[in-house]
């Protein structure tokens, strides 16, 4: 066995916490000989209803889990923490512009980067859930200069497996045998799930699916899905959204096999600037996210991948008294 791994997670009441929780409890995230011992973070008011998520979890009884605490104090929740699951966050409210949409959470999430900076172990892993993710993210990075930026990522990974749900339904052929499928840009309706490179079994899916599908179905489809679930279920996603979480932090742990979309500060790579975390196509090595380079990016590609640069930034703009 190795030595338990500290892992934060806030928002600890919420629903996605609650099929987070059980996943890193079962030893999803650093693997089956890894202890794990939770920190969960929760407003003052909710931490009633994490002690109860506390208590189920213990009734649980997994043996990978050693540890429970519950706080609501940022520095107590972030500290030693070798990774962290930024769940919690304000959810819209009616009528609610995007700029104070984006400022109320950026006020959440400035704090939870300083904690971060201040606590957190050497090897602090962040990724950041709550919307709108990649400001957050970026807001959380830019409050915690001495952790490497590459330790910020933002969650694609939902809509990277959304994008393959729907390509698998579309052929009827096994999510498993997808590749190099990417999600690029912002967690928003501007996403550009892209097949352009994408496998399935060996052959390319854009031979298999027709054009016109692909930009008036597929693309909208899976950029949407999320108010989608919303309309059908009644609620937002959850569960799916915290196994994609557990798929990210684990890849980015345990490395990948195939590519995956994760949201990580910008490298210069494909001329989009520095400056803005967003989906690329990268894979997981020795513990780090590489951006997958020298792909050929055609026009709709150029154009899909700047709005999303347009509008990141402009996401910036809007909390730079933040960063
Ligand atoms: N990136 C993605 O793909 C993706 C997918 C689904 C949902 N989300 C986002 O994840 C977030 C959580 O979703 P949910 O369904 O679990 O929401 P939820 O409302 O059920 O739970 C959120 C929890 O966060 C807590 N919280 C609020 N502010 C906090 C703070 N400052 N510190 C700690 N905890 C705090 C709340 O008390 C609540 O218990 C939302 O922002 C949602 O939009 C992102």
Known sequence: MNSPKK?????????????????????????????????????????GGAE????????SAFPLLHNINITADLNEAFDGANAAFLVGAKPRGKGEERAALLSNNGKIFGPQGKAINDHAAQDIRVLVVGNPANTNALIAM????????????AMMRLDHNRAISQLATKTGRLSSEFQDVVVWGNHSAAQ???????TVGGEKVADLVDHD???????????????EIIEVRGKSSAASAASSAVDHMRD???????????????????????????????????????????????????ARIDANVEELQGEREAVKDLL
């Not at 009441?13 to 929760?42: K, M």
């Not at 109860?52 to 009734?59: N, Q, R, S, T, W």
């Not at 599908?213 to 108010?227: L, M, Q, S, T």
């Open 7 to 47: 892992i934060t997670v806030t928002g600890a009441a919420g629903q996605i916490a609650y099929s987070l929780l059980w996943r890193i409890a079962n030893g999803e995230v650093y693997g089956a000989d890894t202890p794990v011992e939770l920190n969960l973070l929760e407003i003052p008011d909710a931490l």
């Open 52 to 59: 109860g998520v506390a208590m189920e979890l213990a009734d």
């Open 142 to 153: 830019s409050n915690a200069p001495d952790v490497p930026q590459s330790r910020f990522n």
């Open 192 to 198: 550009f799930p892209d097949i352009t490179y994408a």
């Open 213 to 227: 599908w692909y930009v008036n179905e597929f693309i909208p489809r899976v950029a949407k899905r999320g108010a």
């Open 252 to 302: 980015w742990i345990q490395g990948t096999e195939t590519w995956a979309s994760a949201a990580i500060p910008s490298t210069g790579a494909y001329g989009i600037p520095e400056g803005i975390i967003l989906g690329l196509p990268t894979v997981s090595r020795n513990g780090e996210w590489e951006v997958v380079e020298g792909l050929e990016i055609n026009d709709f590609q150029r």
